[in-house]
């Protein structure tokens, strides 16, 4: 039954090793968190139950990084005190209220909002001098007609992005830049993938978080962020929705993602092809852990949320954070599941291929 409960795969450098030994103290060197928006409620638990394991505080540094609410999620695993940080990042995104009158201004305020709320003035420092963890926060900065003032345009050139990457994968370097701000320490000159390089620091971070969570054509662009050239910045997911980069180049480190679901799709134009998956090269270390088809199915109607959920629910906010929360609720209790996984060893019995 549990992997009907929870689903566990691994990349073919590293599958042995886990069933041989299970998780250990510092195999995990790299945590990614994926730009799902709220999809992340459906394994919030997750995250809780890893932090409380102990397992990450093996011999040296282990890198975090996100993408958009992965970008959040990841940011608050860095305060000196994470369980009480990831509780108050929950709370704050899931009372965001987004209005059909809303314009793009409004919508960015609410975002700032929201980040203040569960970063206090504290967090930079606590967040950037870490004893463990080291932040990397990604972002996409866009060119030509993707970085118009007019919304119209920028339809259009979603538009043409879409059709380059679907005709030549990874051909559009000319419209969406990837631009990785980066805690000191966070990477090392052989991760691949991860583009411009921007030193992430007390000045920048609140930007490049509120940038790496700027919903295309919904949320204008972040401009002016310190230490970044200039542009306008958007949702990392165009740069890497799920996996897209090699972050560790260790031969026996581990990259875990938490995921919402099985599929890792390498940027959010590849959403809606199906046969789009992240370079095989990126996938060997890659520790994957997911919500498996029994949990799915016990949760409020059977999925995990998205921001269509903000459209159903403009006129009854109240009903979808109602709805928010129960999913949260069911994923802190199977996170159980996940702890007794890591700490007992079974992760050797239940951990099958990734590709």
Not at 162 to 182: D, H, K, P, Q, Y
Not at 256 to 276: A, C, F, S, T
Request: charged content about 20%.
């Amino acid at each position: 039954m549990d992997s009907q409960l929870l689903t566990v795969l691994a990349g073919p450098r590293i599958i042995n090793r886990i069933r041989e030994e299970g998780l250990t103290p510092g195999a995990i060197k790299a945590v990614v968190g994926p730009a799902t928006g709220p999809r992340w409620m459906a394994f919030a638990g997750l995250d809780v139950a890893l932090l409380e394991s102990g397992l990450l505080r093996g011999d040296g540094p282990v890198l975090l990084a996100g993408g958009s609410a992965g970008s959040w999620r990841m940011t608050a695993w860095c305060r000196s005190d994470p369980i009480k940080a990831l509780a108050a990042f929950r709370a704050a995104y899931v009372d965001m209220m987004f209005k059909s009158t809303d314009t793009p201004e409004d919508r960015t305020n609410e975002l700032v909002q929201a980040i203040d709320r569960f970063m206090p003035p504290e967090a930079e420092t606590e967040v950037l001098s870490h004893p463990i963890f080291r932040l990397v926060v990604t972002t996409a900065r866009v060119k030509s007609l993707l970085a118009s003032e007019s919304s119209t345009i920028r339809r259009l050139g979603y538009g043409l992005a879409g059709a380059v990457n679907l005709l030549w994968r990874g051909r559009t370097e000319s419209l969406i830049e990837r631009v990785t701000f980066c805690a000191p320490g966070a990477v090392t000159n052989g991760a691949e993938g991860l583009g411009r390089r921007v030193t992430l620091n007390p000045e920048n971070l609140r930007q490049a978080l509120l940038a790496s969570g700027a919903v295309p054509l919904a949320v204008p662009g972040v401009t002016s962020i310190p230490g970044a050239p200039p542009g306008s910045y958007q949702d990392a997911g165009l740069a890497e929705y799920y996996l897209n980069a090699r972050y560790i180049t260790d031969p026996n480190g581990i990259t875990l993602i938490l995921n919402h679901g099985p599929r890792l799709v390498p940027v959010w134009l590849d959403k809606r092809l199906p046969g789009r998956r992240p370079m095989a090269e990126y996938l060997e270390n890659v520790l994957l852990v997911c919500p498996g088809p029994a949990f799915m199915a016990a949760v409020p109607r059977g999925r995990a949320p998205d921001r269509t959920d903000y459209r159903e629910f403009y006129h009854r906010p109240q009903e979808r954070a109602r709805l928010w929360n129960e999913i949260i609720d069911k994923s802190m209790e199977f996170g159980s599941l996940w702890h007794d996984l890591i700490t007992t060893g079974r992760i050797r019995e239940v951990v099958k291929p990734l590709i």
